[in-house]
């Protein structure tokens, strides 16, 4: 997808505690709740993805050299994974990191120890801001079933800039202990005590800045390291080389010029004595317009031009120009001369990956003859009749042990082929999702829909595969901004989001099939915000936010989306909230002021009720009970959880939890009246998922360490026709639903 915004990451403004070195617990399917307060005994939880297959940007995809069927990958914001050939999956190996580590979840960097085939390292830290916190490594002796932790003193940027380029973490051929960190603005690092503390190496020339890329890929070829720098201008040297660990020196004959400004990655053909290397003019993912492919001969020191095709000139002569960079390159183990690279942000030709099996002299490209089929993972057809091979291909790789086992990363899957030709995603247990809304119906054939980041919204009949009606589509999206259902007529569901063709649309049944808006407000394209329907689907009102924060008037429609008129009294930015048992009842919380407004007349106009709540924080949340008029839930975070049953008119704060992030109901537990409240929150000093069947008198908490997902504040919902069982969104993990074990 190619709308704007681009990236669909959520961007937190908290900071990162500092952890000291801890072992960490194996993960495991079941969560066994650790934390109580009053109530029902503490409840046994099993967790699993609702199937999405992917949908997140795989910056990384690294074979172990010497275990067959054992690989790993690396994401921007999802975290860390190991596949198992004899499975078919790839098993999450991060999820243990909780609310205060959010920052984690994308990994910068990911490194193995050929000596030692257990051995695993992640470099972690999605942003390099100040309000980010520092990053971390994480080092396993088991595959990353458990972890010992380092917290460092620099910033990681897993989803920054150049967030797929090489590998920045290094295990030294030459000494086990020994390993290699390249970071953004603070130089190369290095540990000798196999990462348990890390100090700045000596002896690197290059000189870090405050806004750089830094080190781009660190490479070992034999026993000479290699490290790509990020900060040329194509005129300065980009590319190093230690052979003795302390002495770093610029690599003689490198090539320059814009076409090779920033090394993106390197692969070294031990039986052939080469080194390949990727460039493009920018670090990518987006942004590159040129590019190329150069092999250095590592006896001889020549250097020497391989591009498969250079970028620019047009796909026909006269359409627009060809413009990209280069990305991943993976080498043959078995088999010298072998290798394969990928374009990257090609959008005119769109991406490929080359083959050559001539050390570069010549090329095949593989999207050419390839066979896609994605039936497993429909939502790749992007709503047209065919998937594309491929966008954002910044990694490949090649099975050591079979060369026709060839993976490559995109911005939304893994593609993988046994035979060069025949190509599906190999995304089972993958999930990366940004899910910003959850419906659970409470009648039809899917028990949950969700809006989400890049990908808009599904329908998912079943929660253990992939949508079959792929992504929402007439029309497509690519993040959703809102997702809405009248509570009194589900067939009825509207959304909002990011598209090319329309920025609204509604369903009449239940969110299977959908029509575009007839008419929609200027500001839709440009600021396409939350949404509302009221309880019988008869009102419309649509927010509308400026993905830089930009708030402008909220506006009504009562002809399902004809025509559109602006209201002025309702709070600019706010999230509308229905009454789900009054049509005529609308909510917003005004979280400038601290103030609940509400509507009585469809939404024409709002007036001020309770005032003086807690205030300056656009991520308070405000929902409503279902099945009743004016029961209003407030999670202000830290400030607490308030509760109103006259609509708003007066709050009382509630004391059973000390902070609330997010909040939903469910189906209630036998024998009571009131619905399950599941919320994200504190009843004491651990920030987890919780469940109440009494009204949140009580609270039991329903997660694990083991199952934490890092961010999890953006919605919560339980599902009513099943008791017991939520639906949680993360920033990167796609859904997690969790049921009584």
Known sequence: MHTPPL?????LAAGTAATTLTALPVLQGTARAAESTGGPASAVYRWRNAVMGGTGFVTGILFHPSVRGLAYARTDI???YRWDDRTARWTPLTDHLGWDDWNLLGVEAMAVDPAHPDRLYLALGTYTQPWAGNGAVLRSEDRGATWARTDLTVRLGANEDGRGTGERLLVDPRDSDTLWLGTRHDGLLKSTDRGATWAPATGFPATPSATGQGVTLLVAA???LYAGWGDGDGTTPNLYRTTDGTTWQAVPGQPGGTAARVPIRAAHDRCAHRLYVTYADAPGPNGQTDGSVHRLCLLSGRWTDVTPVEPGGTTDGEGPADTFGYGGVAVDARRPGTLVVSTNNRWAAQDTVFRSTDGGR???SLKDTAVLDVSETPYLNWGVDAPKFGWWIQTVAVDPYDSRNVLYGTGATVYGTRDLTHWAPRIRGLEETSVRQLISPPTGTAHLISGNGDVGVMYHESLTASPARG???DPVFGSATGLAQAAAKPSYVVRTGWGDHGNGAFSTDGGQTWAPFPAQPALASDAPGPIAVNADGSVLLWVFVHWDGTRYPAHRSADNGATWTEVPTFPKGATPVADPADPARFYAYDTDTGSLLASTDGGLTFTARATGLPSGDTQFKLVAA??????????????GLYRSTDGGAAFTKVDSCRASYTLGFGKAADGTDYPAVYQVGSTGTVTAVHRSDDG???WTRINDDAHQWGWTGETITGDPRVYGRVYL??????VQYGEPA
């Open 729 to 734: 969104a993360t920033n990167g993990r796609g």
């Open 7 to 11: 990236s669909r990451r959520t961007v």
């Open 696 to 698: 949140a008198k009580t």
């Open 471 to 473: 992504m929402a589509t």
């Open 626 to 639: 279902p099945g009743r008029t004016g029961d209003l839930w407030l999670s202000t975070k830290g400030n």
């Open 222 to 224: 034999g026993r000479a």
């Open 78 to 80: 999802g975290g860390a």
């Open 362 to 364: 010549t090329w095949r």
